[in-house]
């Protein structure tokens, strides 16, 4: 395998939004590099980049795959992503390491919310963006309206570089204002075209939208603006060099326009990938932490960055990474930054989907995968021995449903926890953990597709089936008012006695201050010595609930007066005579039930408002207020964890597949009584049932 230096190298990723053709176009790349010798296609399970089972049966991308091929003396690295929400954190890893981002865009539908999704994630790590409009071939294609909808979402600098004779089944012809000339592909998939006059019917479109683009490419620059308007125009020289800075500075983003499954645009595709898209050194330093940073370069110390981890089957992990700097060879030694723990380098592939090619080294900016590193994970930094630096961990997104699982068959619990232990280092959205409070497993994730996906892994992996039920809800108990009471512990049978007496003040705090005891005997009528004991019995009975078992919390608690015995107080006596003082207590206090409330952000396009907002309220929501962006409308609402179950679900089935949200925790605000009196019945139900 030829080795390609820094320069040679072009790392692009294929985001957007699901079914806009990701895995097509991907497929069409490799098919023109001639690394395949046919185009497979997403319905017969035939693609290079969906290889898995789950993949191939439902037709969808659910795992980040990694392509290669050699164009014109340059290699090209693609990085194909899933559009389905569920499997976002991919798209957030892949960012991570690719020089341009290429928003794949259904010409049936526009600008999407995966649209939408995969820019502010381009933008959060200054990756340059190109669009590229698929599906041209389909009927009832309105390509202006499309890219009016890109400039609408995001701005004016979004710039054709490439518009359609003809849409639909004849879709064959493309205008390049590039070269100002009409490229016609051949019918036959083959990817080849001529190059022809462009018709005269859209010479002026062609003029028009042409100067556009050198505007655009003009104003990106103030020397080239200077040049611009003292001669008119920009020569070609200018023009292209004026454009590869543009884009790598994210002042231009072009449109690009193809057919994946017919292979039209495609091939001029790679052409602009290896002329105007930045090789990795093109974007400065990588910075790591505390201020360090690499020069792009193999002259630099040996740095790597693992964006994902799989888990293969007879292969054990396999770490995608990328070269950050200097160049990787097989039997290095590094260490991994993270924990100081040393890996040798073992195998390094590059791959082609599930087709690995074993190679002896890689060179700075170049991507690839390794075997068997012993400890080394997602987002990890492994760097040169004494040249140590360390790269920002991948900010994944928060989990955005939660559902409670148990083992099918007993003894299980060993091997689910190691499962899941491993299919979250695999995929750092998935979370689970044992809540000690709830008595139950819970696992979160991106979606109920996502939760589905990982418990079907835990199945096929580790040989273990979990069933799922509805996950408990923390809440917690506090009072409204103030209170007092007295507890004594009086024991006498035979033999040393025991003897316990105090009374407490319960008082309520602010919401979020949790506890606080204060000792305010004086006189010695119980003993300092006691004392800790009062408070423990206090905090044990608040950590178990009074109402329906749930924590107390926002009560300061005073022990103020009591009594004891020369002999018989003990410890125990006064921990057990707390815990009624605080029981009886906090039943004059009218108590009350909290329960979570969730800052939740929806976004949609506006047809669906009306839909989601009349939800929200059903489920006991408030709006706090709505915001619009681009062709999307914002919603912030405050919704009861209780009532957010299986929430992405229903959203998704409201809006046709076209909304999202994101959650996160705000504070504790009281159940309505109705509510309360139905969560203090279930409990005692349960209490008796057990």
């Known amino acids: ?18 079914s806009t053709g990701k895995t097509s176009l991907a497929e069409a790349l ?24 789950d993949e191939i049966s439902r037709q969808l ?31 957030v890893g892949s960012m991570r390491v690719v020089d341009t981002a290429f928003l794949v865009i259904s010409a049936a539908s526009g600008v999407e919310v995966g649209t939408e999704l995969v820019w502010r994630q381009a933008i959060k790590n200054q990756v340059p963006r190109f669009f590229v409009i698929n599906k041209l071939d389909r009927e009832n294609i309105d390509f202006d309206n499309v890219y009016q909808s890109l400039v609408e979402s995001f701005g ?64 990106s620059d103030e020397t080239l603006m200077e040049k611009y308007f003292e001669a008119g125009e920009l020569s070609e020289d200018e023009f292209r060099s004026g454009l590869k800075t543009a884009i790598a500075h994210d002042t231009v983003f072009p449109v690009f326009c193809v057919s994946a499954t017919t292979n039209v645009g495609v091939r001029r595709l790679l052409d602009v990938i290896v002329n105007f898209c930045p090789a990795p050194n093109d974007r400065g330093e990588v910075k790591g932490e505390d201020g360090a940073s690499r020069k792009v370069d193999d002259s630099d110390p040996l740095s790597v960055f693992i964006f994902k981890t799989l888990s293969e089957m007879h292969m054990g992990e396999l770490s995608y990474f990328k070269i950050m700097s200097g160049s990787l060879n097989t039997g290095d030694e590094v260490i991994n930054t993270s924990d100081g723990h040393t890996e040798r380098i073992g195998q390094i592939f590059i791959l082609n989907g599930k087709n690995k090619t074993n190679v002896e080294r890689l060179h700075a900016g170049d991507i690839g995968a390794v075997v068997k590193l012993k400890g080394t994970h997602t987002g990890d ?24 699982i148990k083992p099918k068959a007993k003894g299980d619990e060993e091997k689910i926890s190691h499962g899941l232990q491993v299919l979250h280092e695999e995929d750092p959205t998935f979370v ?65 006695g025991q003897y316990g007496d105090c009374h407490l003040r319960l008082e309520p705090m602010a919401r979020g201050e949790k506890f606080e005891f204060s000792d305010e005997i004086v006189g010695g ?43 018989d107080s003990s410890e125990m006596a006064f921990k057990v005579a707390a815990a009624m003082a605080f029981k009886k207590a ?105």
Do not use: C
């Open 381 to 404: 930094t492994l760097a040169a021995k004494g040249k140590e630096i360390t790269y920002p961990k991948i900010d994944f997104p928060e989990a955005i449903i939660r559902t409670a």
């Open 61 to 91: 991308s659910l795992n980040t795959a990694l392509l290669h091929g050699t164009w014109k003396d340059h290699k090209i690295n693609i990085i194909d992503t899933p559009g389905y929400t569920d499997f976002f954190g991919e798209v």
């Open 586 to 690: 906090f039943a004059e206090a009218r108590p009350v039930i909290l329960e979570p409330i969730y800052n939740i952000e929806i976004r949609v396009p506006e047809e669906y408002m009306g839909d989601v907002m009349g939800d929200i309220s059903s489920r006991r929501g408030k709006i706090m207020g709505m915001d619009s962006e681009g062709r999307f409308q914002i919603i912030n609402a405050q919704v009861p964890l209780a009532e957010l179950y299986r929430y992405s679900t229903a959203l998704r089935s409201m809006t046709q597949g076209r909304g999202i949200h994101s959650r996160s925790f705000s504070h504790y605000e009281e159940v309505p009584a109705e509510i309360a009196q139905k969560i203090i019945e279930q409990a005692k139900k349960e209490k008796e049932e057990s």
């Open 432 to 496: 689970y953990y044992q809540d000690s409070e709830l008595h139950q497993t819970i696992v979160s994730g991106q979606g109920e597709l996502h939760l589905q996906i990982i418990l079907e892994r835990l199945k096929q992996k580790f040989g273990v089936e979990v069933d799922e039920e509805e996950p408990r809800i923390p809440y917690r108990e506090t009072i409204r008012k103030k209170a007092t009471a007295q507890g004594k512990f009086k024991k006498q049978s035979g033999g040393r």
């Open 1 to 18: 395998m030829k080795e390609f230096q820094t320069g040679q190298i072009r790392n692009i990723g294929l985001g957007g939004h699901g």
């Open 156 to 219: 004016s600098q979004v710039v054709l570089t490439q518009f359609p004779v003809e849409t639909g089944p004849n879709f064959e012809s493309i205008v390049d204002l590039f070269r100002m000339k009409m490229l016609k592909f051949s019918r036959d998939g083959s990817g080849n075209y001529s190059e022809e006059e462009i018709p005269a019917d859209l010479k002026a479109k062609a003029e028009e939208l042409h100067l556009k683009l050198v505007e655009a490419v003009a104003e």
């Open 525 to 567: 009528v119980i003993p300092g010595k006691f004392i800790p004991a009062v408070e423990k019995g206090v905090i044990e009975t608040m950590e178990k609930g009074v109402l329906a078992g749930y924590p107390v919390v926002d009560v300061r608690v005073a022990v103020y007066d009591g009594s004891y015995h020369t002999v």
């Open 30 to 53: 490799l098919f023109n590099l001639k690394e395949i010798s046919r185009m497979g296609t997403v319905e017969q399970g035939s693609t290079t980049s969906d290889y898995n089972e």
